[in-house]
């Protein structure tokens, strides 16, 4: 009850993953994430609860897998894939607390567009874009993310926020400043504010604040 939290929830991202594939006719995915990460493998959970509601079939090899792997060796992962028959692939990197981010950006390499790829947010990286500068075509390779500076529904935060703090600002950037605004918003409401006032004002169905993912 007194838990808040501005990012998406793993299921919103997981229906969005879901979708896309659906949308370019892929119902066959294997993934790859970290089982040791409690994000990555609820994301995991998820997706394929949701895939499989909607018709759909998720797998796992289970050699290769565990996107977390030291050893992962990408091109016999790509070739593994190869063999299941499916035609998409699910990368689930965790917060960069392994090397797994940099295993799917080595996968993504293997794939050569062959297969469709989709990631949640975790994937989005300047490695990834620099990567991607090195492939002949990227067409087959979607990542979710909740917010980006060129579609902000504050159009002046990203560029406010880059004057201050001299260079690009990212989505951990918009959701630290969507909580401030929440908290700074909860205690203006406040005559006398507390912990209890700020839990009640917050949980209130009429309350609302405006940031830069949206109200």
Known sequence: KFFFRTAPTTSIEAESLVNYLLKVGQKEVVGFYNPNSPFTASLWEEFTRIL??????????????DL???????EKTIKAVDQTGK????LIPDGQVTNSLQNAIEMIKANQDRHWIVGPWTLYDR??????????????LAISVFWHRLTSFDKKFPENAEKLWGGEVNSRSALTY??????????????????????KTLVAPNFQAEGATGI
């Open 52 to 65: 499989e509601v909607k018709g759909g079939t998720a797998i796992r090899i289970n050699d290769f897998y």
């Open 68 to 74: 977390s792997k030291n050893d992962l060796n990408a």
């Open 87 to 90: 035609n998409a692939i699910a």
């Open 127 to 140: 490695r990834i874009l620099e990567a991607a500068k090195q492939l002949k075509s990227v067409e087959k």
């Open 178 to 199: 969507d909580a401030s605004r929440t908290l700074i918003k909860a205690l203006e409401m406040q005559p006398e504010p507390s912990r209890e006032g700020m839990q």
